[in-house]
């Protein structure tokens, strides 16, 4: 008697366990759909104003084009995870229905129901193979697909279309089971806990991503860590480099010079000729200084331009920071490089290498001697050679013909550049076009060469090579 009733218990507890389990897994399954209800709207409609915005340029988005831009790449990468968890819940039913979709005993609902699975698979998978390609900094695009660069962003964007599509499909499909859910939920206050604090967890994760990935800067104003925040009159400022700049243009150092001279920080520093560049001794006692910059609509990025020649413009965040004295070094080395190479040139800018990478070109050229052509001459003095330069000097030996756009906006950043729009046959169009990076090969692609200041004013003194690439945005 005693072994049937604990036979019994042991069945009945089993069974109770199952019953947890299954509880377990449905709730899963409900905060899954939940998720790719909320993250499929967000992306849907971020992606509609986002697309909307690169033929027409909404300028009413103002600032809030860099949240939507960060809520639609948070959750798109929110939503392929929460489909690739979706399937793995379901593998064991997809296998099944794959074996036994085409039998008349199966229902069209869970026909219907395979065919969407299926296709949350193959568009997840599409989106997730064609965003690591096309990710800036591996280059996998520029240096083995760039002739098929445009099909694979158009790939991407349309299978993370049809992704958004089928996901919210399934969730209307089974709308009536997440209402019987959600009324579980709320009648069940331990689950209604769990579900308030993933809701919470997600809802922080954007504001979060928005401070940390957004430009943020203020004002006439310039960062000296260890220091602090130090405000300038961009109207009182002159520059040193008078061979360089134009009268009511200058640099980020021509900051620093003027800070130092109304006595808001003690710096020594003294021009080296052998690098065409000023060098800081000391800031307040302190050696090893180097900086980050960018424009508006930027970010932080490695750079080893040198700080002398950096444009100042309105609207960009500058930071002055220590760093090891061999790294400071290694730049320098470049610099040092760079002079002898133009002195070895008799003052000539010849660049050993000139390469460019589009959809239909793969062009190599060897000692490019370039010319002047005073694009920007209300910046820079007459007979600056800039990095369009190099490009503008290709045309006029009749090795490629070229397109330059005159751009005062770009989405919402302001930038008041000129842009190589084409070269050859390739012609920008929507979101893809030609961007470029100059320097010692050193410091080739994100090492501190491809940084966003706009070619027409980015100063060149002899680099190793300079690169123009394709991308699609």
């Known amino acids: 008697m005693k072994e049937t009733l604990s036979t019994e218990n042991l069945r009945i507890t089993r069974e109770s366990n199952r019953i947890s389990y299954t509880q377990v897994r449905r709730f ?3 905060f899954i759909d939940l ?3 909320i993250t499929g709207l967000i992306l849907f409609a971020t992606g509609v104003i986002k697309f909307i915005d690169i033929w027409v340029n909404i300028e009413a988005l103002g600032f809030t084009a860099a949240l939507l831009t960060d809520l639609h790449d948070v959750s798109g990468i929110i939503l392929g995870i929460l489909v690739f968890i979706h399937f793995i819940l379901h593998w064991k039913w997809m296998l099944t229905m794959t074996k036994n979709i085409f039998k008349s005993s199966r229902s069209k609902k869970k026909k219907l129901d395979y065919f969407i699975d299926l296709g949350m698979l193959i568009s997840f998978l599409i989106v997730f193979i064609t965003g690591i390609l096309k990710i800036p900094s ?3 695009i520029t240096q083995y697909f760039v002739s098929i660069s445009e099909i694979i962003f158009i790939l991407h964007d349309w299978a993370g279309i049809i992704l958004t599509i089928l996901a919210l499909s399934h969730v209307v499909i089974h709308w009536k089971w997440m209402v019987r859910m959600t009324r579980k939920m709320f009648r069940k206050k331990r689950m209604l806990k769990i579900g308030g604090v993933i809701a919470f967890m997600f809802l922080v994760t954007i504001p979060i991503q928005f401070s940390f990935s957004s430009q943020t800067y203020s004002e006439n104003s310039i960062t000296i860590e260890g220091i602090g925040v130090l405000t ?3 109207e009182e400022i002159n520059t040193i480099r008078t061979d360089l700049f134009r009268s009511g243009h200058y ?7 003027d800070l130092d001279n109304r006595g808001k920080i003690n710096m020594d520093y003294y021009f080296d000729s052998d690098m065409d560049t000023h060098v800081i001794n000391t800031i307040n006692g302190t050696a090893n200084w180097w900086y980050t910059a ?6 932080n990025e490695p750079n080893v331009f040198r700080m002398d020649h950096y444009p100042y413009k309105p609207k960009m965040s500058i930071t002055i920071s220590p760093i090891s004295g061999s790294k400071l070094q290694n730049i320098y080395n470049t610099y040092e490089e760079e002079t002898q190479r133009l002195n070895a040139n008799n003052g000539s800018v010849v660049i050993p290498s000139v390469i460019i990478t589009s959809p239909h070109n793969n062009l190599v050229f060897n000692d490019v001697e370039v010319t002047s052509h005073n694009l920007r001459n209300d910046f820079f003095q007459d007979g600056i050679i800039t990095a369009i330069d190099v490009i503008m000097s290709l045309g006029d030996q009749g090795l490629i013909t070229y397109n330059l756009k ?3 906006t770009i989405g919402t950043a302001e930038v008041k550049n000129y842009w190589v729009s084409g070269i050859n046959q390739d012609t920008e169009i929507g979101k893809c076009g030609f961007v470029y990076e100059v320097g010692d090969l050193d410091y080739q692609l994100f090492k501190g060469n491809h940084i966003h200041i706009p070619s027409d004013i980015r100063i060149i003194t002899s680099p190793e090579y300079e690169e123009w690439f394709w991308i699609c945005l």
């Open 28 to 30: 899963v399954n409900y």
């Open 35 to 37: 998720g790719m209800l």
């Open 138 to 140: 591996l280059r996998l």
């Open 232 to 234: 300038y009159n961009p």
């Open 251 to 257: 640099s980020i150092f021509d900051i620093l010079v």
């Open 294 to 299: 960018y424009y508006d609509g930027g970010w």
């Open 406 to 408: 005159w751009y005062s």
